[in-house]
T-cell receptor, first 114, second 112 residues
């Protein structure tokens, strides 16, 4: 199984709502990532977990709260978001492969904040 | 992190070989060069990765000169389905994870 799954595929939420995005992988990867991608822009790194510990937080606002309950699961909790947070949220996991390092990306969650 | 520079867009006819060059003048000793492909509303997909010289897999080749300040992704005989954005990334993976910054990407349009 070389797949990263993300749920939900689409999410519409109001600025006062609380919601969560979920990411799952069963490849045994010990590094997991959250990226944000606005339309026609490259993905921007938000968080990195390595061995279930937060290793990188790219100065992301506190209204985004990541969680890594176990080595296969990554959540992104959302609260009091702004319309400008509307974007495609991508999850990835990675492992060291022969000659380098490869990130596997999920299909993303399309988030719309109203 | 080493910054990458690549053309914003390229057009190619079907069946042609496409070469996309990426500049990374500040690449560090431990950095690897990785290329990803992304279709609209999908996550990026790994294409190829290298450290130096030439790497080839079933879909592409990656050419890296000795000074490693640039790299060239070569796609042989492109088809319409290769129309996508191609990202060049540079980064290392010490600490069990990879911290990379995506550049602007090259939008490849394959023309029938």
């Amino acid at each position: 199984d070389t797949e990263v799954t993300q749920t939900p595929k689409h999410l519409v939420m109001g600025m006062t709502n609380k919601k969560s995005l979920k990411c799952e992988q069963h490849m045994g990867h010990r590094a997991m990532y959250w990226y944000k991608q606005k339309a026609k822009k490259p993905p921007e790194l938000m968080f990195v977990y390595s061995y279930e510990k937060l290793s990188i937080n790219e100065s992301v606002p506190s209204r985004f709260s990541p969680e890594c309950p176990n080595s296969s699961l990554l959540n992104l909790h959302l609260h009091a978001l702004q319309p400008e947070d509307s974007a495609l949220y991508l999850c990835a996991s990675s492992q060291q492969a022969q000659g380098g390092y490869e990130q596997y990306f999920g299909p993303g969650t399309r988030l719309t904040v109203t | 992190l080493a910054k990458t520079t690549q053309p914003i867009s390229m057009d190619s006819y079907e069946g042609q070989e496409v070469n996309i060059t990426c500049s990374h003048n500040n690449i560090a000793t431990n950095d690897y060069i990785t290329w990803y492909q992304q279709f609209p509303s999908q996550g990026p997909r790994f294409i190829i990765q290298g450290y130096k010289t030439k790497v080839t897999n079933e879909v592409a080749s990656l050419f890296i000169p000795a000074d490693r300040k640039s790299s060239t992704l070569s796609l042989p005989r492109v088809s319409l389905s290769d129309t996508a954005v191609y990202y060049c990334l540079v980064g290392d993976f010490r600490g069990g994870y990879q911290k990379v910054t995506f550049g602007i990407g090259t939008k490849l349009q394959v023309i029938p």
